[in-house]
């Protein structure tokens, strides 16, 4: 298993900004370069969604709720995953995972609490 560790989360007014990073400190760059990431979303009493995932060595792609607000990237060299958000809604609000499967095993950060209040 991977060791993903994520940072960020907290506590903003609706059309506020948070920016989440997914740091993996146990991977080598090479490997780090070549994998598809994403992030992921679990509102309280709804199923964890998709929101972002980026391809290795391609753009972004994002779920419709938040296209145009929210901007995935990440840093070879930091070897870190990142979640600009912006625009925040309400419903936005939950816990956010970053994810990579690698070598078929599913890898998740611990999470980290978003909460959006209008």
């Known amino acids: 298993q991977l060791r993903l560790v994520e940072s960020g989360g907290g506590n903003v007014q609706a059309g506020g900004s948070l920016t989440l990073s997914c740091a993996f400190p146990?991977?080598?760059?090479?490997?780090?370069?070549?994998?598809?990431m994403a992030w992921y979303r679990q509102a309280p009493g709804k199923d964890r969604e998709l929101v972002a995932s980026?391809?290795?060595?391609?753009?972004?792609n994002y779920v419709d709720s938040v296209k145009g607000r929210f901007t995935i990237s990440k840093d070879n060299r930091k070897r870190t995953l990142y979640l600009q958000m912006n625009s925040l809604k309400p419903e936005d609000t939950g816990v956010y995972y970053c994810n990579t499967n690698w070598r078929g095993q599913t890898n998740w950060g611990q999470g980290t609490q978003v909460t959006v209040s209008s």
């Open positions: 146990t991977t080598i760059l090479s490997t780090f370069t070549g994998m598809d």
């Open positions: 980026i391809p290795s060595g391609r753009e972004g």
